[in-house]
């Protein structure tokens, strides 16, 4: 018998609609935001992932937007280089912790156990999912309202906006007049709904460097903070 751990109480959905600052019409659409496909054993169900496609091109559509008319004589370049850090994973982790949703993000019992609702890339997936999920309810403004008041800090530079470690090191591996680092993947292990990563980056005249994620995408910009540290190149 499969047990179903999706299930929200009234409270529960006012606590969420208080966090957000938005109530959902159709809660459906928040119950999928929130749950990751552990949290359903043996049984097909409604996931964040979908959610997660549609929030991401919503929240790049309002930073696009919000970068273009707050730097009206900034060329492309610099542009597309903060649009990156605005809405990369661990942007998207950030304004979820700063939401307080981790602790209604539905996982199953082992994968709770282990702090997977805690995680960096679960918790970015579950804000793009939730994004998406506002947007499908309300429209673009209210999906919209939530961006400004997560991002603001981030869009007016009164928290510093750092590189991330993969951009870091290629530019620094060009400034050496080295390759482009590469990166592989040294194994790959678990279920399809919690995979385990493990990712070397390889710097010509460097030894490897190895680190693990729940993806191949965080399991690059770790390997690649690994060999930073490692060569303290930054701290």
């Known amino acids: 018998m499969t047990t179903d751990r999706t299930r ?9 609609a208080a966090l957000l600052g938005y109530t959902f019409t159709n809660r459906d659409l928040l ?6 496909g552990s949290s359903r054993k043996g049984k097909l169900s409604t996931t964040y992932q979908r959610l997660e496609f549609l929030g991401d091109r919503v929240l790049g559509l309002v930073i696009a937007e ?13 542009l597309a280089q903060n649009f990156s850090l ?3 994973a661990e942007a998207c982790a950030e304004a979820a912790r700063d939401l307080g949703i981790a602790d209604h993000i539905r996982v199953g019992l082992k994968e709770k156990a282990q702090g997977m609702a805690s995680q960096k890339l679960i918790l970015g997936d579950v804000m793009e999912s939730i994004l998406g999920a ?18 603001e800090k981030r869009l007016s530079n009164r928290t510093k ?13 060009l400034g050496q007049a080295k390759p482009i680092p590469a990166y592989r993947v040294v194994s ?28 191949k995408r965080i399991g690059e910009q770790l390997a690649a ?8 190149i930054r701290k």
Request: charged fraction near 30%.
């Open 8 to 16: 929200f109480s009234d409270q529960e959905f006012k606590a969420i």
């Open 134 to 151: 506002v947007y499908l309810d309300g429209g673009l403004e209210p999906a919209r309202g939530l961006i400004m008041r997560l991002w």
């Open 31 to 36: 119950k999928a935001a929130l749950t990751h």
């Open 188 to 215: 790959r292990d678990g279920p399809d709904h919690s995979p385990h990563f493990t990712i070397a980056v390889m710097v010509d005249g460097f030894t490897e460097a190895i680190a693990s994620a729940q993806s």
């Open 161 to 173: 906006l750092i590189k991330d470690a993969k951009s870091f090191l290629q530019e620094w591996a």
């Open 225 to 232: 903070e690994a060999f930073l540290r490692r060569e303290k």
């Open 86 to 88: 605005l809405v990369r």
């Open 66 to 78: 919000e970068l273009y008319v707050r730097n009206p004589r900034k060329a492309e370049g610099p």
